[in-house]
């Protein structure tokens, strides 16, 4: 094994949650007066966390968003993640691979660590995640583009920044594994190759991961 501790983000790597998440943000900035499109979320705020759409609507608008934006939000994304979220295809080939060759993993996400817990328990992917593993930008200062939380998760996970890969497929995840002196392998899903730059390599489906940490 290449890394002594692999890293996944969250949404659009380990649950099928950008379609989801991205569609009800732009309808829910539309309904309070930001209009703003699916492709415009994606754009503008996958990978990210919430205080950045606080940030760029309040830049853009020089309005705020009501203090309770985040609580409807959320409400509204753990009701449609009940109804309609999956696991990404193959990914639970790829942690049951980690785990039968002994591999450290963990994950590091933009999303509440509430978020995180409603995702992994509808797709059933928390018995692969207990607390030990999970980390959230709640836990930092500064969520991605800044390095601080993949740095943080290898400080808690114990290993050092240069031994770790991270598993992203948003622009802003890629420049924060970079900044964070990580390799980064960029999942293309969802997201064209040409705005991850900084990747080490690129990867299409999770059938090719398991190729790419060995």
Not at 44 to 69: C, I, K, T
Not at 188 to 214: I, K, N, Y
Request: with cysteine.
């Amino acid at each position: 094994m290449r890394y002594d501790l692999v890293i996944f983000d969250n949404d659009g790597v380990l649950v099928d949650s950008e379609a989801i998440s991205n569609t009800l943000l732009a309808a829910y900035l539309t309904e309070l007066g930001h209009p703003t499109s699916y492709e415009d979320s994606l754009r503008d705020y996958m990978g990210s966390a919430m205080h950045r759409v606080h940030d760029l609507v309040e830049e853009r608008s020089g309005r705020r968003l009501p203090d309770d934006f985040d609580d409807v939000f959320h409400s509204r994304v753990f009701a449609a993640f009940e109804r309609e979220l999956q696991p990404v295809v193959g990914v639970v080939d790829v942690l049951e691979k980690l785990v039968a060759d002994g591999v450290p993993y963990c994950v590091a996400s933009s999303g509440s660590h509430e978020r995180i817990r409603v995702g992994h328990r509808t797709t059933g992917l928390d018995r692969w995640f207990d607390a030990e593993r999970v980390f959230s930008a709640q836990d930092v200062g500064r969520g991605k583009p800044a390095p601080d939380l993949f740095l943080h998760a290898a400080e808690r996970m114990g290993v050092a920044a240069d031994r770790c890969v991270v598993v992203e497929d948003s622009p802003l995840g890629v420049r924060a594994a970079v900044a964070a002196g990580m390799e980064v392998l960029g999942f293309t899903a969802m997201t064209p190759a040409e705005r991850l730059v900084g990747a080490t390599q690129l990867f299409g489906s999770m059938c090719e991961l398991a190729d790419l940490l060995v």
